[in-house]
């Protein structure tokens, strides 16, 4: 009985976070399909960074990345929905860190951009770069190279959508080898 008991609790277990991984799909999908409207608040980007710093802070330690941070120190308030905005930079970061799984060095920076009149906030890696046949579907909806089953493919497509709520934009450039 004790064999039947500890198969049990490890059908549990797997029910459990079977569970847990539909129920992160859901409310990504859900996040996905009925964006909020921002509510938008004088916010500074810096500090939006840096808190999406903080959650993956830990990740990158284990993986070996070396974080570099060129903010802005004169960046003026941005007109944001702050946790959205900081949802997108933590989608940045973990794709940037996922793709350095034996490390790298990663740059994040904010910086006044004069030729639309706003804010820029950039993630480098030093990863292997994205193939010129994935580039331009990073962004669509489910679409993703991760060979992860609990992988949605939402991470990108909600960022874009938040960031084109805010009226900006948001683009990747990559080559090959370049990261």
């Given at each position: 009985k004790p064999v039947a008991l500890q198969g049990m609790i490890e059908q549990l277990r797997t029910i459990e976070r079977e569970s847990k991984r539909c129920g992160e799909i859901m409310r990504n999908l859900l996040t996905f399909a009925r964006?909020?409207?921002p509510h938008r608040e004088p916010q500074d980007l810096n500090t939006l960074a840096e808190r999406a710093i903080t959650l993956v802070r830990h990740q990158l330690?284990?993986?070996?990345i070396e974080l570099e941070r060129r903010f802005d120190a004169n960046l003026p308030p941005c007109s944001c929905d702050g946790h959205q905005i900081q949802q997108v930079v933590l989608a940045?970061?973990?794709n940037a860190a996922e793709a350095m799984p034996?490390?790298?060095r990663m740059l994040v920076g904010t910086e006044v951009d004069p030729e639309a009149s706003g804010v820029l906030v950039r993630v480098r890696d030093t990863g292997p770069g994205i193939p010129d046949d994935v580039l331009p579907h990073i962004f669509e909806p489910f679409f993703t190279t991760k060979e992860d089953?609990?992988?949605t493919g939402l991470?990108?497509?909600v960022a874009r959508s938040i960031v084109e709520q805010h009226g900006g934009k948001l683009t990747v450039r990559s080559s090959v080898g370049e990261g």
């Open positions: 964006q909020a409207p330690e284990l993986q070996e940045l970061l973990v034996q490390g790298g089953q609990h992988r991470g990108l497509a």
